[in-house]
């Protein structure tokens, strides 16, 4: 069985940083796909960061040279370092978990996610 969860998240003043981890259980992450989304109040699910199982990684436009994923094989785990945070950053993170070879940009096409860890951001 395919566990997936996130910790990391808390409130932070604008320009500040956190470091979101993503710890995936029954699955290898260098084998698998890995997708950070997030969702705020009211709004859809939107992709963050991604890894594939060769390293490539790919940003949503809001967060590039901002963020950075990485990956940790020996710990199974992803990381999400978030630095220059803004308000409209604040919202729950997820981590999504696919079989696939390139990094999808839709939930659908993660099977398993994470519970979600809530990141707020104050001006």
């Known amino acids: 069985q395919v566990q997936v969860v996130e910790s990391g998240g808390g409130l932070v003043q604008a320009g500040g940083s956190l470091r979101l981890s993503c710890t995936v259980s029954g699955r290898t992450v260098s084998t698998s796909v890995i997708g950070w989304f997030r969702q705020g109040p009211g709004k859809e699910r939107e992709f963050v960061a991604g890894?594939?199982?060769?390293?490539?990684?790919n940003y949503g436009d809001s967060v590039k040279g901002r963020f950075t994923i990485s990956r940790d094989n020996a710990k199974n785990t992803v990381y999400l370092q978030m630095n220059s945070l803004k308000p409209e950053d604040t919202a729950v993170y997820y981590c999504?978990?696919?079989?696939?070879?390139?990094?999808?940009?839709?939930?659908?096409?993660?099977?398993?996610w994470g519970q979600g860890t809530q990141v707020t951001v104050s001006s």
């Open positions: 890894i594939n199982t060769i390293g490539n990684t």
């Open positions: 999504g978990s696919a079989i696939y070879f390139e990094i999808s940009l839709y939930p659908h096409e993660y099977d398993y």
